[in-house]
């Protein structure tokens, strides 16, 4: 975080940046890891919206990831052109799949864990 406001981003005002919910990357962590006037500088330049932790971008993506290492990634590769045929064709041949993430978190399980963030009629 502080290359991207240092070195990064530096004239930028506001940095928008996505986490998933590690405990590293709280405000709390950030001030254990730096001195209080820099993790304040830090922080004030950074916005954190809040990802959910179930059907999340973040989380498609990490599952994304995880196929892809498993299905293609895990053997070593000579060059990094062989690198990039072989995911290109996993990209390919799921795309032809028309392969789609299953959620099993439903609307129905999302109310009843997040009831408090509903209206109550």
Known sequence: MRWL???GYPDAEEIRVGQDHLNT???GA???AFP????RRILHRLECPSTPNHASWL???AMKSGVLQRCCVTPRFA?????RSQVAAFQAERNHRQA?????????HARQKLRRLYLQI
Do not use: C, N, Q, Y
């Not at 060059?79 to 690198?83: G, K, N």
């Open 5 to 7: 406001v240092a070195e």
């Open 25 to 27: 990357h709280t405000p």
């Open 30 to 32: 950030r001030s254990a």
């Open 36 to 39: 209080a006037s820099e993790a």
């Open 59 to 61: 989380k498609m993506a």
């Open 79 to 83: 060059t990094r052109e062989a690198l």
């Open 100 to 108: 789609r993430i299953v959620w099993h978190f439903t609307t129905l």
